[in-house]
């Protein structure tokens, strides 16, 4: 691997962990609870700590030149809910070396798998991961089963999720964002699946933060390597405390129930 790549992953994943903080969402949707003042959203994630933070190329350059930060990861795939019956296909926005441009030293793009559109997906995130390979950029890959297409083996515990991380591989992400799978002993199964750190989501806004955090804490037993959680930080009402108590996971090893008390 070479040095820039290595020394971008190492940035993002110190000791090979992470938590990065998606602030994309406000593309697919808006109004969206938490990023109505962008400004407010990333002051907070960057004073809770947050390794990354995930954002489209707009969003990036203003950020950038307003914080000189330099932990973003520019989210190259999108797609909104007035999409109809593609709202759930993700196209290519942004290239690796634009968003390197921009201040960015990752790339991220989405694949759906069992979307109608889930060849075209395929076929982006593979020009991604071979651009940002030249540019030396590490990829994460937001993957996620969940389109009616779905053909799922009834003895498979994960319910697609380990072929979703597989994918991610395959396609030569360096990082993966899926879904949590219900208990320890299926994510182990998805994180074995893989020689890539794998981050949990968040899943919807609106769950008691506690149990995210005890979701997060069972990921990382099970061999996780972080999270990549947007609206159940950003829309907290104090969206750095949140970050600091799954920094206690992630980075220092506590539990959930210790991590509950540094919430504000």
Known sequence: MADALANHLETLLPGGRGVWVPIDHGASSFPE????????????????????IVLHKGPLSY?????????????????????????????HVSGARECFSRGAIGISGQVNLGDPAEPEMIQRMSGITSEALEVELPVLGMFYPRGPNLRLDPTDSTMGVAHA????????????????????????????????????????????????????EKSINAGGSGVC????????????????????????????????????
Do not use: Y
Not at 69 to 79: E, P
């Open 33 to 52: 609870h938490g990023l109505m003042d962008s400004d407010s959203a990333v002051d907070a994630a960057i004073e809770g700590g947050a390794d990354a």
């Open 229 to 264: 959680i947007g609206r159940n930080v950003f829309g907290a009402e104090d969206p750095a405390s949140h970050i600091r108590s799954l920094r206690a996971i992630v980075h220092d090893g506590k539990s959930a129930e210790h991590a509950a008390m540094l919430l504000g």
């Open 165 to 216: 991380a597989r994918l991610a591989w395959e396609l030569g992400c360096n990082v993966v964002k899926v879904p949590w799978t219900g208990t320890e002993e299926s994510f182990r199964i998805v994180t074995s699946s893989v020689p890539i750190p794998v981050l949990v989501s968040g899943g919807e806004g609106g769950v008691e933060f506690s149990q995210i955090l005890e979701i997060v």
């Open 63 to 91: 950020h950038f030149d307003r914080t000189a930060w330099g932990r973003f990861v520019c989210h190259s795939s999108m797609s909104t809910i007035h999409g109809g019956p593609r709202s759930q296909d993700k196209v």
